[in-house]
C-alpha cells in the first residue's frame, strides 16, 4: 500500500507547480464561503440587532397592535403595514386597558407618520411619533437636555416636539436646539427637548429612536387628522403576570373590536415572529451565496479535468512503473480536496474579514452554523467534483496515455 | 538480487494476435506470435517502423492486452490478471525503458529514480538509498538533483535506466532506447543495457539498428505482425 503521504506530496507538488491556476481555481469557493458566511452574518445580525432594541425599549412590554396577527404564521410585516392606516385602536382602548385593575406601570397609544423635518436650509426624512405623555413611563425615553413633553402640554395641544440625537445633528449639528422652531412637514413645532443617542434604528419606530420627532399624541391627531391608533403598548408590572395580564387585556378589548381588529402580543411572541421572518430572509441570503460556491466547484471539476487531459503522458508513466488505479484516484482527488479545503478556509477567514468591515455600517454576527456549514459544503464540493476527474485518470489506460504528448 | 538460474520461463506466448478495430480501420498488429524467452536472455527485436514491434512490447510488458492468443508470464497467465496485479508486477518484476526517456519534468533526477519504490510501498529513507545507489551505478552520482532538462540525452537515458532497475526487476523491457541519442552517448547505454543483462536479468529490446545484434544472445525479427526469423547468438 502507498502512503497517502505520498499521493499527498505529489498533489502539493503539481499544485504548487501551477500557483496562479491553483489561486484562481480556489477563487471561485474562496468568493462562494465568504458570500455564505458575510450574508448569513448580515441576517442574524440584524435578527440580534433588533431583538437588542426591543429589549432596549424595556421589558414586560404587551404590545396591542391593529389587524390579526395570529393567523399569518410569517405576515407581520405586511400585516403590520397594512393595518396602520386601518387600525380600529383608538384613545378610549388606552383608557379601558388603563383603567383595569391590573399590575401594570403604564398605558401609552400612538401613531407614526413618515414626514419631512427642516430647519433652515436643512432638512432631514425623518418619523413623526405621536405618542401621549405616559410613552414616558413605558418606553425608555432619556433626556439628552431639555425634557420630554408633559401630560398638561398634551392636553393643551401645543406644538412641541422631543427630537432625536440624529435629528438633531442633522438639522442643528453643533448649535443649541432648544427653544427653537423647526418645521414637521407644514407645521412648525418648537423644540423642547434632545434624547439621548441610542444608536441605530429602534424599538418601534421603523426610523430608529435617534431619527425621531415625538411630538403629543392631541397635537399630532389635531394637526395630522388622524383619530386611529397605530400601537398601544403596555408596560407589565413583574414578568411572571405577562400571561395574565395579555388575556385580560385581550378579553376587555373584546367587548369593543372584532377578534381580527387586533392582537395582543408580548415582547417575547414578537420577537419570535420578527425571528421567523429574518430567518427565511437569512436563509435565503445564504442560498444565494451557496449558488456561488457550487459554481466554485464546477470550476474545480473544470480545472481538473483539464489537467487531467494535460497530465496524460504522466498519468500513463506513473502506471507504467506501477501506479495502481487507485494511486492515481487519490492523487488527484486530494488535488480537488486540497483546493476546496485551502479556499474554504480562505473564504472563512475572507468572510470573517468581510463581515467585521461590514459591521462598521450595519450590525453583522457569524454564526457557527454558517462557517461550519460552508466550509463542509466546500470541501464536499471537492471531493464530489474531483471525483469524476480522478477516476477518468485512474481508468486511463496506459499504453494510451503513454502515446500522448 | 536477481537469481541466476539457468532455463526458468519469463514469457511464453502462443498464437498471440492483437488486432485494433475503432470500427472504421481494422489493423492486424500482431499475427499468431509464438515465442518462448528463458531468464537471463538478451533478445534483440527488429522490425521496420509499424511493423508491430512496440505493440508486442506493450503486451509482453503488461501494459496492452492482447486480443487473442495466450501470454504466460513469470509464471502468471497474463489475460487473468487483474489492473491491480498487472500494476504490481510491472512494479515489481518489470523495468522499462523508453525512447524518449520519459521522465517527469519537474522531479529532480532523484525523484524520478524513486517513483517506482513510491508505487510498492518503500519509506523515504530506503528509497533514497536505493535510488542513490541506482544512480551511482549509472555513473550520474553528481547529478542526483538536477531536472531532466538539465541533462543531456545520454544522462536523462541513464537516469530512466536506473528508474527501470531500481526496484530490481527480473525483466528490463527497451524500447528503442538509443534512437533518441547520439552514437557515442548510445554506445554507452547499451554498454550499461549489456551489463545489467550480464548481472542476470532477462533483456529484450527493440531496434532497427542491426548493429544492435552484436550484443544480444538472441535476434528477433517482426515484419507486419508476424515473427519471420529467430537467431541464437553465440
Known amino acids: ?405 | 538480487m536477481v537469481k541466476k538460474s539457468n532455463k526458468s520461463l519469463i514469457f511464453q506466448a502462443k498464437k498471440l494476435g492483437k488486432i485494433y478495430d475503432n470500427g472504421i480501420v481494422r489493423v492486424e498488429a500482431l499475427k499468431d506470435i509464438n515465442l518462448t524467452i528463458y531468464s537471463g536472455e538478451f533478445v534483440v527485436l527488429f522490425g521496420r517502423s509499424g511493423s508491430g514491434k512496440s505493440t508486442l512490447m506493450n503486451i509482453l510488458g503488461l501494459l496492452d492486452q492482447p486480443t487473442s492468443g495466450e501470454l504466460r508470464l513469470i509464471g502468471e497467465e497474463a489475460s487473468k490478471l487483474s489492473s491491480q496485479r498487472a500494476a504490481k508486477l510491472r512494479n515489481k518484476r518489470i523495468g522499462f525503458i523508453f525512447q524518449t526517456f520519459n521522465l517527469l519534468p519537474r522531479m529532480s533526477a532523484l525523484e524520478n529514480v524513486e517513483l517506482p519504490l513510491i508505487y510498492s510501498g518503500i519509506n523515504q529513507e530506503e528509497r533514497l538509498a536505493r535510488a542513490k545507489k541506482k544512480l551511482v551505478q549509472v555513473g550520474l552520482e553528481k547529478r542526483m538533483n538536477h531536472l531532466p532538462s538539465q541533462l543531456s540525452g545520454g544522462q536523462q537515458q541513464r537516469v530512466a535506466i536506473a528508474r527501470a532497475l531500481v526496484n530490481e526487476p527480473d525483466i528490463v523491457l527497451a524500447d528503442e532506447p538509443t534512437g533518441n541519442l547520439d552514437s557515442r552517448s548510445g554506445q554507452e547505454i547499451l554498454d550499461l543495457i549489456a551489463k545489467i543483462n550480464k548481472q542476470g536479468r532477462t533483456v529484450f529490446l527493440i531496434t532497427h539498428d542491426p548493429q544492435i545484434a552484436n550484443y544480444s544472445t538472441r535476434a528477433l525479427t517482426l515484419e507486419d505482425g508476424q515473427l519471420i526469423s529467430d537467431h541464437k547468438n553465440g
Open chain 1, 1 to 405: 500500500m502507498v502512503e497517502i503521504k505520498e499521493l499527498f506530496l505529489a498533489a502539493m507538488r503539481t499544485l504548487l507547480a501551477n500557483k496562479t491556476r491553483s489561486f484562481l481555481t480556489m477563487l471561485g469557493v474562496i468568493i462562494g464561503v465568504a458570500s455564505v458566511i458575510t450574508l448569513v452574518s448580515i441576517g442574524s445580525g440584524l435578527k440580534s440587532y433588533i431583538a437588542d432594541q426591543f429589549e432596549s425599549l424595556g421589558s414586560n412590554l404587551i404590545y396591542v397592535v391593529a389587524g390579526d396577527l395570529s393567523s399569518s404564521g410569517a405576515g407581520i410585516g405586511r400585516e403590520m403595514m397594512s393595518s396602520v392606516y386601518s387600525s380600529k385602536l383608538e384613545e378610549k382602548h388606552v383608557e379601558v386597558i388603563g383603567n383595569l385593575s391590573l399590575p401594570i406601570i403604564g398605558v401609552s397609544g400612538y401613531f407614526e407618520l413618515p414626514m419631512e423635518a427642516k430647519y433652515e436650509e436643512n432638512d432631514f426624512f425623518t418619523t413623526g411619533m405621536a405618542v401621549d405623555a405616559s410613552y414616558g413611563d413605558v418606553g425608555k425615553i432619556d433626556i439628552e437636555e431639555g425634557k420630554f413633553f408633559s401630560a398638561i402640554a398634551e392636553e393643551r395641544n401645543k406644538k412641541v416636539v422631543v427630537i432625536g440625537a440624529k435629528l438633531k445633528e442633522e438639522l442643528f449639528s453643533l448649535r443649541p436646539a432648544l427653544g427653537k422652531e423647526i418645521m414637521l412637514g407644514d407645521y412648525s413645532f418648537k423644540v423642547i427637548g434632545v434624547l439621548k443617542e441610542q444608536g441605530g434604528t429602534g424599538g418601534l419606530s421603523s426610523m430608529g429612536v435617534d431619527n425621531v420627532a415625538m411630538i403629543p399624541l392631541q397635537t399630532g391627531r389635531n394637526v395630522y387628522n388622524r383619530e386611529n391608533l397605530q400601537n398601544i403598548l403596555v408596560k407589565v408590572e413583574g414578568e411572571e403576570n405577562i400571561p395574565m395580564v395579555k388575556e385580560r387585556i385581550e378579553k376587555k378589548l373584546l367587548d369593543y373590536l372584532e377578534e381580527d381588529e387586533f392582537s395582543v402580543v408580548d415582547q417575547k411572541q414578537m420577537l419570535d415572529k420578527i425571528g421567523s421572518i429574518l430567518g427565511v430572509l437569512t436563509l435565503a441570503l445564504g442560498g444565494i451565496a451557496a449558488i456561488s460556491l457550487l459554481v466554485g466547484g464546477i470550476g474545480i471539476m473544470n480545472i481538473m479535468l483539464v489537467s487531467v487531459t494535460e497530465r496524460t503522458h504522466e498519468i500513463g508513466l506513473r502506471k507504467a512503473v506501477g501506479a495502481q488505479p487507485r494511486d492515481i484516484l487519490i492523487q488527484f482527488l486530494i488535488e480537488a480536496v486540497v483546493l476546496s479545503f485551502l479556499g474554504g478556509l480562505i473564504g472563512v477567514i475572507m468572510g470573517f474579514g468581510g463581515s467585521l468591515i461590514l459591521n462598521s455600517f450595519l450590525e453583522t454576527s457569524v454564526t457557527w452554523w454558517s462557517v461550519l456549514l460552508a466550509f463542509g459544503v466546500s470541501v464536499l464540493v471537492g471531493v464530489v467534483f474531483g471525483v469524476i476527474p480522478a477516476s477518468r485518470a485512474a481508468k486511463l489506460n496506459p499504453i494510451e496515455a503513454l502515446r500522448r504528448e
